[in-house]
């Protein structure tokens, strides 16, 4: 604990980052005079739960506001000003100006240090421009509760969801298991193009099963407006798409037009330039979340990674420094995961492509096994690859299909990467075996005997 007295500590944004930075500068430094602010009215939601609620495998949506300001304010003595747009930050006054939306009036507020947690926004297709009424994007609690009122107070049957990254497989599984007839268009050849081939087949073949319409390859479409809504997608000069409502899931970037009007360093990612104490280009401003840059730990190179977690490590570490602690991030090994229908989809580090630009002598193995005994009728075949350095075996990178199993699968890959363990030494680990929850001969041994055998 430090004591620097009277301080203010301003955080800009909510969600995870902001809540999390302005928590643990309060607990740094208790003097301290932290603040928070966030334009919604929402300051800390359970966002990637989203695709849950819309299913309905979470009933209310209450569920997922983790706090009011009155409950921050509450439980971790932060005072929070939310619906409030900040409009600029004067770096040589240390000051931000703010609209203070329910009073629509001008403020000023003097900082001390100040912590930027704007997050990301949805990228947007420029085609579709204007405020048409069934379109939407699933990003925020906000834009949940836009999609669901238009669900319940329109007549919809068909979807079109464009974007077959995480979020568009996700929103269609739970727009599948609610009945509605989901087309999912994708510029690129496979759902999930950013695992490898095999895995994105597999993914293709479910949504097939699951009577979900997949088009690739759609750079272009063309449409019909009727009534402020689009009504038709036209995707090729032969076909189209009828859709009663439309779902924009083409990915996110920084959102950092505050700092870039400030002149702070801005990465090419678009992702603000931050050290390993999570400090910006200004000595007084720090940064976390989903609009910074982090170095990726194989590379070694700026990197982007929009996940929670990292979010939330980000914001720790960022309001302790700010509040006048020592603390370092370094470094991120990319470890992702989806659940899509009974599948658990992982990938952790660079993908084949990523692996390639960057020039790596590498090798690879891959395998296929049950995830339990053959006397169990639930048991389901798993699927696993693996990517190291041929001269030394350091680890590149992995994927896995299977049950839930496999993100420990992943989480163990990631611990190997981080601590320099090469995929050698997979035949070393002691993994559990009980019938009705794993094989015998664990899927990643199988992977360590390929290895050595080579």
Do not use: W
Request: hydrophobic letters at 40%; proline letters at 2%; a positive charge.
């Amino acid at each position: 604990m430090v004591n620097i007295n009277g301080q203010n500590i301003i955080i800009v944004g909510g969600n995870v980052a902001g809540p999390s930075a302005a928590a643990k500068a309060k607990r740094t430094n208790p003097s301290s005079n932290v603040i928070l602010f966030e334009e919604d009215i929402f300051i800390s939601t359970a966002s990637c739960q989203l695709p849950y609620l819309l299913s309905g495998e979470i009933e209310q949506h209450d569920d997922l506001i983790l706090y009011s300001a009155e409950s921050f304010l509450n439980e971790k003595n932060v005072i929070v000003k939310n619906n409030t747009i900040i409009k600029e930050i004067n770096r040589r006054k240390r000051e931000i100006y703010y609209l203070d939306k329910e009073n629509d009036c001008q403020k000023i507020q003097k900082y001390d240090k100040l912590i930027l947690c704007t997050g990301s926004t949805s990228k947007k297709i420029g085609l579709i421009t204007g405020n048409l009424k069934n379109v939407f994007y699933l990003k925020t609690f906000k834009s949940f509760l836009s999609i669901n009122n238009y669900l319940k107070t329109n007549y919809v049957k068909n979807i079109s969801i464009i974007g077959a990254g995480y979020i568009g497989l996700e929103v269609a599984e739970a727009l599948n298991k609610r009945n509605y007839s989901v087309n999912l268009l994708e510029k690129r050849d496979f759902p999930l193009s950013e695992f490898d081939e095999t895995a994105s087949k597999i993914v293709l073949e479910q949504l097939a099963e699951k009577g979900i319409s997949f088009y690739s390859n759609i750079e272009n479409f063309h449409f019909d407006i009727e009534e402020n809504c689009i009504k038709n997608l036209r995707i090729s000069n032969q076909e189209s798409l009828h859709t009663d409502l439309i779902l924009i899931a083409i990915g996110i970037e920084p959102n950092n037009i505050l700092a870039t009007s400030s002149k702070l360093e801005i990465g090419k990612s678009g992702g603000l330039k931050v050290d390993k104490k999570m400090c910006t280009s200004d000595t007084r401003i720090f940064a976390a979340g989903d609009n910074v840059e982090i170095t990726n730990f194989i590379t070694n190179k700026p990197d982007y990674f929009p996940f929670a977690s990292i979010a939330h490590d980000c914001g720790h570490v960022a309001g302790a420094n700010a509040a006048g602690n020592n603390l370092s991030f370094t470094s991120v090994v990319k470890n992702v995961s989806l659940k899509l229908f009974d599948n658990c989809i992982v990938k952790v580090g660079l993908n084949q492509n990523e692996i390639m630009m960057y020039g790596y002598n590498f090798k690879m193995h891959d395998a296929v096994e049950y995830n339990k005994s053959k006397n169990f009728n639930d048991r389901k075949l798993c699927y696993a690859k693996i990517f190291y350095q041929r001269e030394n075996y350091k680890i590149l990178g992995a994927s896995f299909i299977g049950g839930d199993e496999v993100v420990g699968m992943g989480n163990l890959i990631s611990f190997m990467i981080k601590n320099n363990i090469g995929a050698n030494k997979l035949t070393n680990i002691n993994f559990s075996y009980t019938p009705k929850l794993s094989s015998m001969i664990n899927m990643l041994e199988i992977l360590g005997r390929k290895i050595l055998q080579n």
